[in-house]
């Protein structure tokens, strides 16, 4: 039975057997492994910047993980969505379908090619784009023209759709995927915090023409900064990687650009970090969902549901979320997590109440408002020690 007099203290006494006693972060990196060795390494090669052994692992690595054709490696995940877009074909003036319910950098790597959002609502069980709210803004506000698919209200070319797999649980992606081939869309996955999550036995990012992963200094795998583009496409494959080394034609001696090129290439640095890290993902999964596990038993003693994969996927847990019966629960919870040295977050704003963004057409946003309202994150990083440890905390 839900009392918050007894959950708020119970959530904390939990985290505190979880992670110890000092401040508890939101998702903090783990570096128990080979970083410092393959950092070494890499040094000594004097392949630090863009080229080398690492890079190459690295996105060996990712491909082999997510079963992808190819994976080019890119500074950051933004840089990751941007470049993604672009070669898919996204211009100045169209618009691009999201979700309000997202990082800002989704709507920021829209901007940057001029493009401008259009935001349609969430499933609140997944948080991601629901594919019904999908096909009926489609089926009520655009036409069909010279095989091009516009907006009735703004006549824009509607050209991409990115759903974004919030908090690594994947939405209806297939539903979606179906969807966008039907209506003549590019689908571009923003699986920016879901490496390790899958939709049926399909890994997150597969399914459109192009996905994008983030490995920034708060995700499952870290490479301190850092970013993927895959997809089972040579050609989209060999253009990004063209665009991203600021489009330079090949040549022993002579820097010829047949573009307009991207200083987006990881360095060799943070893909050392990353083919380090990479060699504990499964490892870091294994923990990650056993901890999901101890939030499921705790917050479910007092009715409340953590947030979590439809039945045929399965999530990487990347964070833990609670979904709480009031704003005014919510923004109590917060307050006595975080004044506990628990770190504990909302939803990010909706990009549609953010200033830049307040202009664009969205379809009411009912889900996406109700769980902001709601919704909170919770502790999910993995502890020191990794999976030997935690299997030794008797306490837990």
Sequence with gaps: MYDKNLMFPAFVDKARKIYGPDFIPMHRPVFEGNETEYLKECVESNFVSSMGEFVSRFESDIAKF???TYAIAAVNGTSALHIAMLVAGVQSGDEVISQALTFVATCNA????????????????????S?????????????TEGGCLFNKVSKRRIKACVPMHTFGIPCRIKEIQSICMEWGL????????????????????????????????????????GGMVITDDKRLADRVRHLTTTAKIPHPTNFIHDDIGYNYRLPGLCAALGVAQMERLDEFLTVK???AREWQNLFGEFDLECNGALPKDKSNNWLNSVTMYSKTDRDEFLHYSNE????????????SNLEMFKKCEHDGLENSKWLLDRVVAVSSSVPDGALADFNNRSNV
């Design 66 to 68: 997510t079963g992808s």
């Design 110 to 129: 829209i901007s940057y090619l001029g493009a401008i959002p259009l935001f349609i609502d969430v499933d609140r069980d997944t948080m991601g784009m």
């Design 131 to 143: 594919p019904s709210a999908l096909r009926h803004f489609l089926e009520h506000n655009t036409f």
């Design 186 to 225: 590019v689908l571009i996955e923003d699986a920016a915090e879901s490496l390790g999550s899958y939709s049926g036995d399909i890994h997150t990012g597969r399914l459109g023409a192009l996905g994008v992963y983030s490995f920034n200094g708060n995700k499952v795998i870290t490479t301190g900064g």
């Design 289 to 291: 969902e056993m901890i």
């Design 340 to 351: 506990r040295g628990v770190m504990t977050r909302p939803l990010w704003e909706l990009m």
